[in-house]
């Protein structure tokens, strides 16, 4: 099985992905253009909230282990947005350089509040970390696509993309309304996942790759999900945070339990 990032990687491709970012941001015709994946947003929008996400987690990061996170007062003398693209830009440069500062001070194993208590995923600064590259990559195809030049994640990015998606943000005890169902997620660069959903919550699981099928008497595999999906690990990031439809991927299986599980999922 493959592990998971390294902590450094993270942070450098967090890095990475905010160039990116900024770039695109930096090309576009002006800062009022919609964002067509996020369509109530201009692009200003987009970088406001991204940069003020990156300086809320920062502040998360710093604050340590908490039951809650940090009272947004904390930053009411904070310098407002500007609106004017190259001191934008700067500020983006600066909320993103605020997130990385705060983890790598505190490194991957502190503990921090996270919204994912629940969740597989732990509730330190690595998981954060994790967290918020997604964050980023997402968020750079939005700006991305709004110059009309989307370029898919790449491709360490959404392998642990999609693991991180499963493990933090559907995995856990929230009930699954209907009947209990296992969903396969196939990356056509050789990894599986399944997340098996009932109503004691749902179960993330990473799948070894497939050998050959066992013999059944009904000429069916028992061990099979009920719905898979396939495509790149970039199309699948960008299907399960609702940035491409799911009938753009390869899909086996019961499409109607894509559509519960997408309108089901947390989207955070």
């Known amino acids: 099985m493959a592990k998971a990032l390294g902590f450094p990687v993270v942070l450098r491709?967090?890095?990475?992905?905010?160039?990116?970012?900024?770039a695109a941001v930096a090309a576009a015709p002006n800062l009022?253009?919609?964002?067509?994946t996020c369509p109530e947003w201009t692009l200003l929008d987009l970088v406001r909230h991204l940069g003020n996400w990156h300086r809320r987690w920062a502040a998360?990061?710093?604050?340590?282990?908490?039951?809650?996170?940090?009272?947004e007062t904390a930053s009411n003398g904070a310098p407002a947005v500007p609106g004017e693209r190259e001191a934008l830009l700067a500020w983006s440069a600066e909320s993103a350089e605020q997130l990385?500062?705060?983890?790598?001070?505190?490194?991957?194993?502190r503990g921090c509040w996270t919204w994912w208590g629940g969740s597989q995923s732990p509730q330190t600064c690595g998981a954060v970390a994790r967290h918020q590259l997604q964050e980023v990559a997402?968020?750079?195809?939005?700006?991305?696509?709004?110059?009309?030049?989307?370029?898919?994640?790449p491709d360490e990015v959404a392998l642990d993309g999609v693991d991180e998606f499963l493990s933090t943000c559907c995995a856990g005890t929230a009930a699954w309304p209907y009947e209990p169902a296992a969903l396969d997620f196939h990356a056509t660069e050789g990894r599986t996942w399944r997340l098996s959903l009932s109503a004691d919550g749902a179960q993330a699981t990473r799948l070894p790759p497939p050998g050959p099928m066992?013999?059944?008497p009904a000429g069916e595999n028992p061990d099979a999900a009920a719905a898979s999906l396939r495509g790149t690990a970039s199309q699948l990031v960008l299907a399960l945070y609702g940035r491409a439809p799911v009938d753009s991927l390869k899909l086996d299986g019961d499409r109607r339990l894509f559509d519960l599980f997408i309108a089901w999922a947390p989207d955070e």
């Open 214 to 216: 066992p013999a059944t």
């Open 13 to 22: 491709l967090i890095d990475e992905r905010s160039v990116a970012f900024r």
């Open 60 to 71: 998360t990061v710093a604050a340590g282990p908490a039951d809650a996170p940090p009272a």
């Open 32 to 36: 009022e253009v919609r964002v067509p």
């Open 138 to 153: 997402v968020h750079t195809y939005d700006a991305q696509i709004t110059l009309g030049a989307p370029q898919p994640l």
């Open 100 to 109: 990385l500062s705060a983890l790598r001070e505190s490194g991957p194993d």
